[in-house]
């Protein structure tokens, strides 16, 4: 009585291990990219790691900054000729300064940006880090 106590515990002991190995293997799917994959960002990351390469947090609080920040946000989403890559790019506003981050799908969408920012009341000036990706 004792041993087939003992073998039932065992069998399902392992069932228990092999199942919950199983949901483990699952819910931590390995992904394996090419360098030329469009899913491959590690320069991108290592790029922005530093702290010389602004990102959302940087934008100023100041009044006038934030007004820029939205006037040029609202021109952009009300402008359907732009992909929604480009209607998504990063607008940070420091100081009067505008700094354009992301990718746009060509150079005719990142000089239209920068214009769009350009006009805008109380811009100084615009960085224009738009990353294109047409080929």
Same mark, same amino acid.
């Given at each position: 009585?004792?041993?087939?106590? =003992?073998?039932?515990?065992? !069998? $399902?002991?392992?069932?228990? #291990?092999?199942?919950?190995?199983?949901?483990? %293997?699952?819910?931590? @799917?390995?992904?394996? =990219?090419?360098?030329?994959? !469009? $899913?491959?960002?590690?320069? #991108?990351?290592?790029?922005?790691?530093?702290? %010389?390469?602004?990102? @959302?947090?940087?934008?100023?609080?100041?009044?006038?900054?934030?007004?820029?920040?939205?006037?040029?946000?609202?021109?952009?989403?009300?402008?359907?000729?732009?992909?929604?890559?480009?209607?998504?790019?990063?607008?940070?506003?420091?100081?009067?300064?505008?700094?354009?981050?992301?990718?746009?799908?060509?150079?005719?969408?990142?000089?239209?940006?920068?214009?769009?920012?350009?006009?805008?009341?109380?811009?100084?000036?615009?960085?224009?880090?738009?990353?294109?990706?047409?080929?």
């Amino acid at each position: 009585m004792f041993t087939r106590l =003992l073998l039932v515990m065992f !069998a $399902l002991t392992s069932s228990l #291990l092999l199942m919950a190995s199983v949901v483990r %293997a699952e819910q931590n @799917p390995a992904i394996y =990219l090419t360098a030329d994959s !469009a $899913l491959e960002n590690t320069e #991108l990351n290592i790029r922005d790691k530093d702290n %010389a390469t602004l990102t @959302p947090e940087d934008q100023k609080e100041t009044k006038e900054d934030i007004e820029i920040t939205a006037k040029i946000r609202q021109a952009v989403v009300r402008d359907k000729s732009l992909s929604v890559n480009a209607q998504n790019v990063k607008i940070i506003t420091r100081n009067g300064v505008v700094t354009l981050r992301g990718p746009v799908a060509s150079e005719a969408e990142s000089t239209k940006l920068q214009k769009i920012a350009e006009k805008m009341r109380g811009v100084v000036q615009v960085d224009n880090q738009l990353e294109n990706k047409a080929p």
